[in-house]
Structure formats: structure tokens, C-alpha cells
């Protein structure tokens, strides 16, 4: 049997999990565990109502064909009046009694009343059996069979709504004893007038024990059956609802997190690409490729950019520790978020200390100048509360304008919506030339306002000194005064209980998941339960109604009413090709019937023959073969199999395999039925034939034996098949909603995935759990790291027009894609090298040069697009800025978190691209020794004046003309090229430093 845990092929372990989940006693705790076993029993409630009704027909039907049976055979109408009396009256008697079960509201707050009605029901009938063949026996001295013996123990497993599988055994028993009390007067007659010895006598009564031990066997069978498939059934339908909940919740999910980075009328399409790329792939959908086709750009004619920036900033990052400097800027930001819903303006981004949104681009909104402005204040009000609250030197610095913009997504690795165009310049212009404290406003803007709501002043002379804001007439103006706001933006709950929500998408329903305490789910629960199908039979809908009974539904309207087929072929298909993980129990029935049928046969036949004789044991050994195969893992189970440790030799590994085959392959169980059929009909038809129809006794004196048999035969099957219909109907049921719920979780994965994209595309990959994960406990979140590198880069001298945003959209894709394979071989590579701290450096270094070498790739084509086609189109060129050090990072925001990093290395990385030059990747003094220790030269600009940090010395990378990096020995060697470079040093008075504050 089992071994000790070892390397070898001829081992295996117990694979029994699938096999588990079809165990009636699991199927059960899974019910208690869920806090289901109510709603359950409710579900199987109505369930054996509607059995309830199919017996209905059934009797009906039943009797009527029996009297008529014997209307027909009998010679004296006049002897037989009696025995058609009785099964009317008992029939009668019966439908009246069950009848009661029918009020639903009585069954509930009397629940015994399915067990007295359903005893009444099964006494009156064996009573109206036994009654009138003791009476006929007295009265004109006919020994007669019963007629229903067999039929009522059928029925009270089947059937009747008893609610426990104990009390139907126990009243199966009861009647079995009855009817064997019955037979003991029979064979005590046959003993009396036929000389029967005492042996033949007890051997009689034991074949009649057996016949009623397997009626009642299968009986147990059917109603484990019946528990394993229903339970199995509604513990589907309850995963499927939780999923279908979680989906609809994760899907609103969705949208919200997309809508709060794009706006709603571009978000859709990508969101559909998303899914359809999703379905296309599956699980090899990378999330940093969002978009790979999509280029949503569209032109907004009517609207108003506000541009804001926080004044004092820099010094406020590099004084402030980062628990303080994360809650404060997660208040600030959060007021700026919940204001602009307020006042129904699209924040773009933020970055730093920069802020700006747009009014009117979401809908068309003909304030769209007075929202805008309303929100500056609100602003400028909600920043001089920070300040004072917090005790630190910020304000606010906006400027708005009115006009168009174009708007859209563009690059594949980030949907990062933005806004281009030349108003949206002179927007970012008038926060530059504003004054703190004041909203610094257009003309144009101020012809949309009413003037006499607010305090307005000339404009800045920054601003009329501003070129650009020249050559378009800009004139400008500072605007001040009071604006309603809504108390809600001022407190952190209000607008912290917005990001929670994203926790709804953390965790979804597993099978073992209870269903928790929220109200709601658990209503929905229960409606969807009450709307559940019970049954395939579609008849007494008319009945229930009555009853004051509400009609419940009965049908499924993917399954054929009558064939009770799934009306699509490829799912029944599906259904037939399914495994049985029941296997085990129709084998064990199967034994246990063909060994009463061998024991019958021996019993009955005097003077067995020698075929007779080979035909048992063939039966007897294939059907014990089958049944070692069918149990022989449950058995191993039951012993070993609950220690994970354990392995099985060659020979138990073979039985497995044997026993998996049989239960995954439908031709395979399809010949051992067959095998089985062909053994029960050997038996029975083959060798005892004539005793079973000519010799056996009647229900009638007038009926011969044959046409009794034919009879009860043909009420059997009639009951078989309807009870067979139920059993069909609830399989289907069963199978469809696995299905159901395998395409639902297919669904919810899908929409995980997408909201994980989602998130990527609002936080870094190592930020999503751990921020969720604060955000569930009402933390924020931040973090510090020694040792990072910073990288600012920008597109010079390059026209935003439609024609070029095409262009532009090619290049960010290309950046992207250099990007996500940097990605990918930084994690390739870390699997066997850990990365120092210092290496950070020269990995950015490196990508910045990737970055102007794709950009030379990209406007090397468009220079022969251009002589060929367009000669006004522009690529541009690039100047990026690095430095590095010790950075605080952390969420903020409120409806639309924003990750971001903050501290000194930042801040001179922004002063580094700002005093670069174009072609060229600018560093401190600190990041250039570190890229030489890693081999790359770096050549000293000169001392740069840099704000916040006075004059200090700068350098540029050293790249050849293919770029790429000149090792440090190299630009040794060539000290004319040296001197060539380090001349640029010369022009760093006069470069421009970036204006932050």
C-alpha cells in the first residue's frame, strides 16, 4: 500500500480533491460553513413540493390504469367493486392529505407537517393494499400479491416530502415490515395447503426481505444522489452570485479608477480594447502594454485650462519629513480633488508641485470660465488653511485661460491623459507670471465671468514682459474674492472613504468564503435563491396560486421542455463528455442488486444448472471487480490519503489510473453499463423467466402472472421516468451554472486584470498591494529610499498640432516599449545579481542614452517622410537632467491617487534638464563620479547656477557621435575632444534655470 515519501517513477500520490467535492458530508460543512444550510433547506424545500406535484400525476395516472386493468380482465365486474372502492377512496384520501404541503406559509411555521402528511399518505396506501387482498382472501379465498409494494417504497424515497433521509428510511422500513408481514401470511397459506417445508418456507421470506432491502437501497441511492447533486448545485449558484456581485462591483470599480485618470467619452474605447486584448491573450497580457493601436485624441473647442503650482515647494520637500510632508500634501491634494468634483473640473495631473484641470471637457458646460475660476479660489482658500494648520511657508500660484485644447492618450506603456495646444501654453504662462495668493487670468476668461462677483487687478508685470504672452495680446488680469464651497471638501473623511472604495477590488468570493454580514449581498442572496428552477415538469403552475402560493419559476430556458436537452449542442455536448465523480455509488447499487438477484436465483432454482452456475459467478466477479475499482481511492483515502507525505506503490498507482479513466471517459462507462444490464438480464430473463411470469403469484385472480408483472413493470417505469426527469433536470441545472460560473470567474479575472492594469497605470507595480493594503486600515502610504536615480527629459522644440501629436504618439510608444524591455531584463538580470545601490545610477544613465538613440532612430525616418511628403514636420530634440540620492515617496490624493516622489535628487534632477542643453544628458557632480566608477566618462561643464542651490559644478555624459558611452580611458586619450566639450562650460551664466517656485 502506502510508502515512505522517496524519488520514484513508480510512486504517486492520492489525488482525491475532485473527488471530494462530490462527498455528500463535505457538500454539507460547505453549506454550514457558508451559512447556506437555511436557505438550503428552504430551496430543497420547494424542491420536494415539486416532486410532490409529479406524484400527483403519478397516482393519478397510477390508479387509474390499474382499475382499468382490472375492469378489463375481470370476468364478474360485481367481485372486483370492492377492490376499485378502495384504491379510489385511498387515492382520495392521499392527494387530500398531501394537499396541505401545497400552503407554504403553514409548511413554514409547521415544518412537521411534511413528515405526519407524507406517513398518513404511505399508510393509507399500504393499508388500501394489504386490506383489500386480506379481504379478498376471507371473502372469496383468493391468495393475491400486493399491488403497490414496491411502488410505495419508491415514492417515499422519491417522492414524498419527508425532509430527512432517516425518517424516509425509517418509514421505508416500517412499510417493508408490513408487507413482509404480509408475504409471512402467504407463505404460512402455501406451508398449510402445498406441503412447503420449513426450509423452503424461511428461504421464502428471506427472498422477500431482499427484494425489499434493495427497493429500499435504491431508494437511499436516489435521495444521496439527489443531496449530492443539489447541494453541489447551489453551492455553484452561490459562488456564481458572489461573483457576479464581486464582477458588478469591480466592474463600477473599473470604471471609476479609469475615469478618474481618463474622461468617461475617451476611457470606453481603450476599456474595450483592454478586454478585447484580454480575451485575445489571456493570461500573456502583459499590464504595462495598455494601449498598442488606440490613439484617443480629441479636440475640445469651448474650454478652460487652470494651471497651479505651490509656491515654496522645494524647500517644503527637503525640510519636511515624509510621514508629515505625505499627510500634508494628501490633505492638500485631497481638497484639490474633492473642490474640482465640486465644481465639476477635469483634473489632469498633478506633478510636484504642479496642478492643472480643465472645465468643460468632460461635458460641454457654458461656465466652464466660471468653474474653473471658482476653483482657484477655492484653491487659494484651501492652501492658506494647510498653512496655517500645519505651520508651513506655502501658497498658491494659478493662472487660467480660455480656449481649445486638444486632449487624448497617447504611448502605450501609460494612459496618461493629458492636454496640448497653444492656449493650454499660455495657461502654464499666466501661473508663471502670477502673483501668490491671486488667480492670474486672461482677457478672454474674464469676457466669459461677471465681473462684479470678484475683485480684479491689473496683471503682473512678469506677464507683460512674458514674449509669448506678447506676441499672442495676451492682457491679463489678478482676480480675487469669495466662493461658496462645500464643507465636505475640508474634512480628510469626506474624501479619504472615495479611495477606500478601491478595496472592493483587493479580494474576491473563493469557494470557503462566507457570505459575510452586508445586508444587501445577503437580500440578493436570497432572491436569487427563491428565483432558482426546481424542477422540469411545467405543470399545476395554476395549482400553486390556489394554494395562495406564489408560482415559482420551473424551468430553465436553455433546456428543452420535453427532451429536457440543452438547446445549445456544444453544451450538451459538454454535459454527456462531463466526468462522473459519482461512479463509485451506481456500483455499489449495482453490486448490491446483482448479488440479490444471484441469491434470488439460487434460491428459486431447485436444481441449478451448470450455465447457470458460470452466468453468477461472471456477474459476481465483474461486479466486485468494479466495485474494488470504484472505491478502492476512497478507501485509500479513508486510510492514508489525508496526509499530503504520503506515495502509493506501482499497482495502487494503476488503480488510479484505471479508476480516473473510467470517470473522465463516457464510452468506457457506457460498456460497463452495458456489461451490468447484460448480467441483470441474464439473470433475470435467461434463467428465471418462467418462474418470474408464469409461476410467481398475481394481484388479480383474472390477471395472469405476466400481465401482473407487465403492469407493475409499466407503473415503475413510468415513476422511473419521471422521477428521472427530476434527476436530468437537476444535473442540467447543476451543470449549467459550473458552466455559468466558469465563464463568470473567466470574467472577474478578466476585469482583475484590467483593474490591475488600471492601477499600474495610476501607481507602480510594488506600490498597488502594499497601498491598498494601508488604505484598508486608514494609513497612509509612503516609503524612503537611500539610494535612487532621478531623470527629467523633454521634447524641445516641438509643435503641438494634430500632425504632430501622431508623431509624438509614435515616439512616447517607442519610449515605452524601450522602456518595458528595460524592464524586463532589469528582472532577468536581478534573479542572479543583486543590484547595489550605486548601480541605480548607471542604469538610468543607460536608458536616457536608449531614450536620444530612439529618438535619432525616429527622426531619421521622418527626415525621409519629410523630404518626400511633409517638409513642415518637426521631431525635435531631447535634454534630460540626472541626479541621485536619498528620495521620500508616497499617495497622495484623494479620488484620483497619485504616486510621487519627493526630496532633494528630485529637485536637481528638474535643474539639471532645465539648464541642459538639447542633445545632451546633464548630471551633478555627485551622479557623474559615480558613472565614472562604472567606466562612462562625464566632462565637467563648469560651475551652473542652479536655484536653491547657488553656483555648482555640472556635467554632461560623454556619448560619442552613434551614441553611445565613452569609457573613462577613452576621453584620456583624446584631449582635443576633451577640451571641445568642456567649452560648453563657457555658456553656463547665461543658461536659464527652472523657474519652480
Not at 110 to 135: E, R
Not at 273 to 294: F, H, N, Y
Not at 407 to 424: C, N, P, R
Amino acid at each position: 500500500m502506502p510508502t515512505s515519501r522517496r524519488t520514484s517513477f513508480k510512486q504517486c500520490p492520492l489525488n482525491y480533491a475532485k473527488e471530494r467535492r462530490w462527498e455528500p458530508d463535505y457538500l454539507k460543512v460547505k453549506c454550514t460553513e457558508l451559512g447556506l444550510e437555511n436557505e438550503y433547506m428552504l430551496y430543497q424545500r420547494r424542491q420536494r413540493i415539486s416532486y410532490l406535484r409529479v406524484f400527483y400525476i403519478l397516482h393519478i395516472l397510477a390508479t387509474l390504469f390499474h382499475c382499468t386493468m382490472i375492469l378489463v380482465f375481470c370476468a364478474h365486474n360485481g367481485l372486483i367493486v370492492f377492490d376499485i372502492a378502495v384504491y379510489v377512496i385511498a387515492t382520495v384520501l392521499i392527494l387530500s392529505i398531501l394537499s396541505v404541503n401545497f400552503n407554504e406559509e403553514y409548511v413554514s411555521s409547521n415544518p412537521w407537517i411534511l413528515t405526519i402528511t407524507s406517513v398518513l399518505s404511505a399508510l393509507i396506501l399500504v393499508f388500501a393494499d394489504v386490506f383489500q387482498g386480506t379481504y379478498q382472501y376471507y371473502k372469496n379465498d383468493w391468495m393475491l400479491a400486493t399491488s403497490y409494494d414496491t411502488y410505495t417504497i419508491l415514492i417515499i424515497y422519491m417522492f414524498l416530502p419527508i425532509p430527512s433521509l432517516l425518517g424516509a428510511v425509517l418509514l421505508g422500513s416500517a412499510v417493508s415490515v408490513l408487507f413482509i408481514t404480509y408475504f409471512m401470511k402467504v407463505v404460512a397459506t402455501r406451508f398449510h395447503y402445498f406441503s412447503m417445508s420449513e426450509v423452503d418456507a424461511y428461504n421464502q421470506i428471506s427472498v422477500d426481505v431482499i427484494h425489499y432491502f434493495c427497493f429500499n437501497l435504491l431508494g437511499v441511492f436516489f435521495r444521496i444522489i439527489n443531496e449530492i447533486v443539489v447541494r453541489s448545485s447551489f453551492l455553484n449558484r452561490h459562488q456564481y452570485i458572489m461573483e457576479k456581485i464581486w464582477l458588478r462591483n469591480a466592474r463600477i470599480q473599473e470604471k471609476m479608477l479609469l475615469d478618474s485618470i481618463i474622461p468617461p467619452q475617451i476611457a470606453k474605447p481603450i476599456q474595450e480594447d483592454i478586454k478585447s486584448r484580454l480575451a485575445r491573450k489571456g493570461d500573456a497580457v502583459r499590464p504595462t502594454r495598455v494601449m498598442e493601436q488606440i490613439m484617443a485624441i480629441q479636440i475640445h473647442p469651448e474650454v478652460t485650462v487652470l494651471y497651479a503650482d505651490v509656491v515654496n515647494y522645494t524647500h517644503l520637500t527637503t525640510t519636511v519629513n515624509v510621514e508629515k510632508l505625505v499627510r500634508l500634501l494628501h490633505d492638500l491634494y485631497g481638497r484639490f480633488d474633492m473642490a474640482a468634483t465640486q465644481f465639476e473640473v477635469q483634473r489632469i495631473k498633478f506633478l510636484g508641485d504642479c496642478y492643472y484641470c480643465v472645465a468643460g471637457l468632460m461635458r460641454p458646460n457654458p461656465d466652464h470660465a466660471k468653474c474653473c475660476v471658482n476653483l482657484g479660489l477655492s484653491m487659494i482658500s484651501h492652501i492658506q488653511e494647510v498653512r496655517i494648520q500645519n505651520e508651513v511657508d506655502i501658497d498658491m500660484r494659478i493662472g487660467i485661460h480660455s480656449g481649445s485644447v486638444i486632449a487624448g492618450v497617447i504611448g502605450e506603456a501609460k494612459l496618461q491623459f493629458d492636454i496640448w495646444g497653444t492656449d493650454v501654453t499660455i495657461a502654464n504662462l499666466l501661473e508663471s507670471t502670477g502673483a501668490p495668493g491671486f488667480v492670474h487670468i486672461s482677457g478672454r476668461t474674464l469676457s466669459q465671468l461677471d465681473a462684479d462677483q470678484y475683485t480684479i487687478l491689473p496683471g503682473t508685470e512678469s506677464a507683460l514682459a512674458e514674449p509669448f504672452l506678447r506676441e499672442k495680446n495676451i492682457r491679463t488680469y489678478l482676480l480675487t474674492g469669495e466662493v461658496n464651497m462645500d464643507p465636505d471638501t475640508y474634512r480628510l473623511d469626506s474624501w479619504g472613504s472615495l479611495s477606500v472604495s478601491a478595496l472592493d477590488i483587493s479580494e474576491r468570493p473563493e469557494f470557503h468564503t462566507h457570505i459575510g454580514t452586508d445586508d444587501s449581498i445577503n437580500d440578493e442572496l436570497r432572491e436569487e435563491f427563491k428565483n432558482m428552477p426546481v424542477s422540469g415538469v411545467e405543470l399545476f403552475k395554476s395549482w400553486s396560486a390556489c394554494f395562495g402560493r406564489k408560482t415559482q419559476p420551473t424551468a430553465d430556458p436553455s433546456i428543452h421542455k420535453i427532451c429536457l436537452h440543452f438547446n445549445d449542442p456544444h453544451l450538451e455536448w459538454k454535459y454527456l463528455m462531463q466526468s462522473d465523480y459519482m461512479f463509485k455509488y451506481s456500483i455499489l447499487l449495482a453490486w448490491c442488486s446483482g448479488c440479490s438477484l444471484i441469491y434470488i436465483q439460487l434460491i428459486e432454482s431447485l436444481d441449478p444448472c451448470d450455465i447457470c452456475i458460470v452466468i453468477n459467478f461472471f456477474a459476481f466477479f465483474c461486479l466486485t471487480t468494479l466495485l474494488l475499482i470504484a472505491w478502492y481511492k476512497k478507501i485509500c483515502w479513508w486510510m492514508y490519503g489525508r496526509s499530503d507525505k504520503i506515495l502509493f506503490n506501482k499497482s495502487n498507482c494503476r488503480i488510479f489510473r484505471l479508476h480516473d479513466k473510467i470517470v473522465r471517459h463516457l464510452t468506457v462507462r457506457v460498456c460497463i453499463y452495458v456489461l451490468i444490464l447484460a448480467s441483470y438480464f441474464s439473470l433475470i430473463v435467461l434463467i428465471m423467466f418462467d418462474f418470474v411470469f408464469h409461476h410467481s403469484a398475481t394481484i388479480n385472480p383474472w390477471f395472469p402472472s405476466e400481465i401482473a408483472h407487465g403492469m407493475r413493470i409499466l407503473i415503475t417505469l413510468f415513476m422511473m421516468y419521471l422521477k428521472e426527469r427530476h434527476s436530468e433536470f437537476n444535473n442540467k441545472i447543476g451543470f449549467e451554472w459550473s458552466v455559468d460560473l466558469t465563464k463568470k470567474k473567466q470574467d472577474a479575472d478578466e476585469t482583475n486584470q484590467s483593474i490591475t492594469i488600471v492601477l499600474n497605470n495610476i501607481l507602480p507595480a510594488h506600490v498597488v498591494k502594499v497601498y491598498i493594503r494601508n488604505l484598508a486600515k486608514h494609513e497612509l502610504y509612503y516609503e524612503e529610499y537611500k539610494m535612487v536615480s532621478v531623470m527629467f527629459a523633454s521634447l524641445t522644440n516641438f509643435e503641438m498640432d494634430l500632425r504632430h501629436l501622431r508623431i509624438l504618439n509614435e515616439i512616447i510608444r517607442e519610449f515605452d516599449r524601450l522602456w518595458s524591455r528595460a524592464q524586463r531584463t532589469r528582472k532577468s538580470s536581478t534573479k542572479e545579481n543583486v543590484e547595489s545601490h550605486e548601480e541605480v545610477v548607471f542604469v538610468m544613465a543607460t536608458f536616457a542614452l536608449d531614450l536620444m538613440r530612439t529618438l535619432w532612430t525616429v527622426k531619421k525616418s521622418y527626415e525621409d517622410l519629410r523630404w518626400h511628403y511633409d517638409r513642415s514636420l518637426i521631431v525635435g530634440d531631447m535634454t534630460i537632467g540626472i541626479s541621485s540620492g536619498e528620495v521620500m515617496a508616497g499617495v497622495v490624493g484623494a479620488s484620483h491617487p497619485h504616486y510621487d516622489i519627493w526630496g532633494s535628487p528630485v529637485n536637481m534632477a528638474s535643474r539639471m534638464y532645465s539648464t541642459g542643453r538639447i542633445g545632451h544628458i546633464h548630471v551633478t557632480e555627485e551622479t557623474a563620479l559615480l558613472l565614472r566608477e562604472f567606466g562612462v566618462d562625464c566632462i565637467c561643464r563648469g560651475m551652473t547656477f542652479v536655484k536653491g542651490a547657488g553656483r555648482i559644478p555640472t556635467y554632461f555624459v560623454a556619448i560619442d557621435d552613434d551614441y553611445h558611452f565613452v569609457p573613462v580611458t577613452q576621453w584620456s586619450q583624446t584631449s582635443d575632444r576633451r577640451r571641445s566639450v568642456t567649452g560648453l562650460g563657457l555658456l553656463t551664466d547665461s543658461s536659464s534655470s527652472y523657474e519652480d517656485d
